[in-house]
């Protein structure tokens, strides 16, 4: 299966200002996404990201707020922008490496962030 | 709209049988998971099951579909205090979609 390599692997930052998280696959992948975990929740889907066309969001989340990159078919990034305590959250990006099938789904480490 | 719901806690003893509930309201639901989260990790998949299977088993674990109570369950046999850890259950609908979590059981094992 795929390595994921994901950074920070945590942080403290103060309210309003932007956290970009990078995930780093050692594989080619189709899809990456990008979920976050509140404390005490299950993970919610942010979005899906493609190489070469727009990230796909789910409801409730805005590229503006979560703008998204996929430069190359093995990296991504997600900024969580003008931070509030309520952004506090892992962030765990996926991917489903090929080959794989649906029972590929891989997960990052997660990047615990806290805004203060 | 997708929902999967579980128990929040569990608590066992080492060597005993654990069993970790999950209920899901997608008839459509395809593949089934259970993912295990440590402390400081990410998430481990570690088994899954496809909706025309009622069990599989895999080494100490076992898992259970009742697919007309859209009930699903992992038995975790001689359960150890490394078996520690936050469980998902998550499905999904078809190959390649996204998943859907439930909010996790947290499973202790005390010695």
Known sequence: SAVISQKPSRDICQRGTSLTIQCQVDSQVTMMFW?????????????????????????????????????????????????????????LCSVVPPGQGIYGYTFGSGTRLTVV | GE???QSLFLSVREGDSS????????????????????????????????????MKQDQ????????K????SLRIADT?????????????????????????TMLLVSP
């Not at chain 2, 639901?29 to 496809?50: N, V």
């Open chain 1, 35 to 91: 979920y976050r975990q509140q404390p005490g929740q299950s993970l919610t889907l942010i979005a899906t990201a493609n190489q070469g066309s727009e990230a796909t969001y789910e409801s409730g989340f805005v590229i503006d707020k979560f703008p998204i990159s996929r430069p190359n078919l093995t990296f991504s990034t997600l900024t969580v922008s003008n931070m509030s305590p309520e952004d506090s959250s892992i962030y």
């Open chain 2, 3 to 5: 929902d999967v719901e």
């Open chain 2, 19 to 54: 069993v970790i509930n999950c209920t899901y309201t997608d008839s459509s639901s395809t593949y089934l998971y259970w993912y295990k989260q440590e402390p400081g990790a990410g998430l481990q998949l570690l088994t899954y099951i496809f909706s025309n299977m009622d």
């Open chain 2, 60 to 67: 100490r674990l076992t898992v259970l579909l009742n697919k």
């Open chain 2, 69 to 72: 109570d859209k009930h699903l």
């Open chain 2, 80 to 104: 150890q205090t490394g078996d520690s850890a936050i469980y998902f259950c998550a499905e999904t609908v078809s190959g390649y979609s996204t998943l859907t979590f439930g909010k996790g």
